[in-house]
T-cell receptor
Framework: DQQVKQNSPSLSVQEGRISILNCDYT??????FLWYKKYPAEGPTFLIS?????DKNEDGRFTVFLNKSAKHLSLHIVPSQPGDSAVYFC??????????FGQGTRLTINP | DAMVIQNPRYQVTQFGKPVTLSCSQT?????MYWYQQKSSQAPKLLFH???????NEADTPDNFQSRRPNTSFCFLDIRSPGLGDAAMYLC????????????FGPGTRLTVL
């Protein structure tokens, strides 16, 4: 049973526009959420996180929104840049140490 | 630079032939994780070590074992690889687990012939 779902396998956005990546989860016990970015031939790298006590966290061009009632979070990238082209994984923490990942969304930024 | 290193980056083995994947870290983190990621799927946690304490996921096959001889190194042993074990294997570390960020190595892509 996939507890963290990213329903869009891919997303294409024009450079300079906003990229919105979505993630849904089913486990109401998740209390911390993260986004990781992965380039080809590299491991995932941490991008931004949010605690369940917040509904928004911002870091430069990246903002994560959390809607607990809808069990939904989203990552906004604005403005999008070519270097943002990568696979983005949504992840949630269950219990003390276990990270549960979504399947990933491949973001392509077009010039 | 402090980092998580995985060797080899690509590993080819034969069906049923034991294989060991290696992970080392210079971050001095307490927790080390092994994930399996199959094509177009989410990374799936196999097990993790908190210091010397081994924590196996309930659905990790017995075919997969791990060793952590010291803080810096952690090994993934696949005793009898099957075709279904072909995947990317990711090692990660975190300072103390919980909400600490996990730092990932580049992964080892395993091919089983």
């Amino acid at each position: 049973d996939q507890q963290v779902k990213q329903n869009s396998p891919s997303l294409s956005v024009q450079e300079g526009r906003i990229s919105i990546l979505n993630c849904d989860y089913t486990n109401s016990m998740f209390d911390y959420f993260l986004w990781y970015k992965k380039y080809p031939a590299e491991g995932p790298t941490f991008l931004i996180s949010i605690s369940s006590i917040k509904d928004k966290n911002e870091d430069g061009r990246f903002t994560v929104f959390l809607n607990k009632s809808a069990k939904h979070l989203s990552l906004h990238i604005v403005p999008s840049q070519p270097g943002d082209s990568a696979v983005y994984f949504c992840a949630a923490i269950e219990g003390a140490q276990k990270l549960v990942f979504g399947q990933g969304t491949r973001l392509t930024i077009n010039p | 630079d402090a980092m998580v290193i995985q060797n080899p980056r690509y590993q080819v083995t034969q069906f049923g032939k034991p294989v060991t994947l290696s992970c080392s870290q210079t971050l001095n983190h307490n927790v080390m994780y092994w994930y399996q990621q199959k094509s177009s799927q989410a990374p799936k946690l196999l097990f993790h070590y908190y210091d010397k304490d081994f924590n196996n996921e309930a659905d990790t096959p017995d075919n997969f074992q791990s060793r952590r001889p010291n803080t810096s190194f952690c090994f993934l042993d696949i005793r009898s690889p099957g075709l279904g074990d072909a995947a990317m294997y990711l090692c990660a570390t975190s300072r103390s687990g919980q909400e600490d960020t996990q730092y990932f190595g580049p992964g080892t892509r395993l091919t089983v012939l």
